[in-house]
């Protein structure tokens, strides 16, 4: 079971009015919880430059499903990739355009690299690969 | 009907070496489209830093659904906002911790504001907001 | 004077180890100072999205002194916004190439529009603006 | 000598009115001088991602002169890193309030793990290490 420790932080009293100020624009509920989302995102960006373990990440393309035979080559790429890919969740933005978000799981290196090969593709018009985390050992 | 148009680009036969290395590691079928998709992410990275119009966003967090009662709150802040939200993705990652996609559409600001509600909500342990676009005007 | 004051965390234990491994890593010699480097991080960050205050930056570039006139030319464009420059910077990378950094003090509009003037010019080859803080009601 | 060489690069009519935008609020001379920038930009991010040769750095820090005998402590770290340290810019903000800048050359591992520790230090209120390029083979 989860155990629950408590520490203390000494700051500047100034500092903290700031801190307050902004974690209230943000609307977290209280500190705690947005030290603990600094402290999370900062591990996340850590083993994602390590490439220590397994992470999930969202492919995001935009891309004109009528340009250059590309659902066909983007649904071929994804086959080669069927144990790194989770789900697909497509968005038909207007008549050409489509949104679309690819779960990933796996090593770091080989999500970037297949995330290079779709944004790469020709007709894809905008891409970004954000890493997240499978959220075991991040309470 | 769109519109095709080529212009030159003069370079050092060395940078231009180092470029050509760098694309085919990404896996680029030729410059142009190397070069357009550094051209749009330009764009795109201007659209939303001056706000100017209209985004497409794919907000990513994971969570534990048994904490805080984060399933029903969730549910209940994105209720709020089904005018912005297109569609959701949710994927299990394993017993406790959820992965989900939310794609969401409208002026830049009120979509940075939803995700900083939604990121700041007790139980969410990772958050990232992808802007992208929504590929008109982006050929 | 400054006042301290002092405000528990709490944290899954788990979590907390992570956190601890983090801070070793990078040095910090205890929990209050990394927390409080996080916090600072990002209040400057959302002071130069908001544009609210004047802030500080340091602006990098790299450039071969032998093209294009341009020791000329940044000199002169260095000379129309002495208002914003405080010091400048120069280190002699090699026979070629000059590293110079300009220290900036204004809005961050003013700084941003000036960077992109330096950056854009040609024989230029890289260029960054690094945002960071008057330091004041940051301790 | 320097070669230059010339290539073409195909476009819709749209995109390139946008990147012609783009590039006059930037201040750019010519498409040439834009492509070029973020072509260097594109492998400068490489080299540094990869590790893979000397790169040259700034590491720009805030502090306070009067805490913490940090002056004292920041000089012996210095010293540590003659090697890697070239040059040192120091600017007065205020009475209370530094603004250091130190030009670093060396493996990217180790100019990070120098500012990891110079960032880590009691009373550096904020710190951010500018990655840049020796210049070398980037014309």
Known sequence: MAQIVRFGVSMDAELLAAFDALIAAKGYPNRSEA??????????????????????????????HDKADLPRRLARLQHH??????ATLHVHLDEHNCL????????????????????????????????????????
Chains 1, 2, 3, 4 share one sequence.
Not at 39 to 57: C, K, L, T
Not at 119 to 136: D, E, F, Q, W
């Open 35 to 64: 030290v603990r989302d600094m402290v999370r995102e900062a591990i996340v960006s850590r083993d994602w430059e390590q490439e220590s373990s397994p992470g999930v990440a969202a492919l995001c393309i935009v891309y004109d």
């Open 81 to 86: 990739h069927t144990r790194e890919i989770t």
């Open 100 to 139: 679309e978000v690819i779960i990933l799981k796996g090593s770091p290196g080989k999500l970037r690299r297949f995330a290079d090969q779709v944004i790469s593709a020709r007709g894809v018009k905008h891409g970004k690969l954000v890493m997240t985390t499978t959220g075991k050992h991040l309470h």
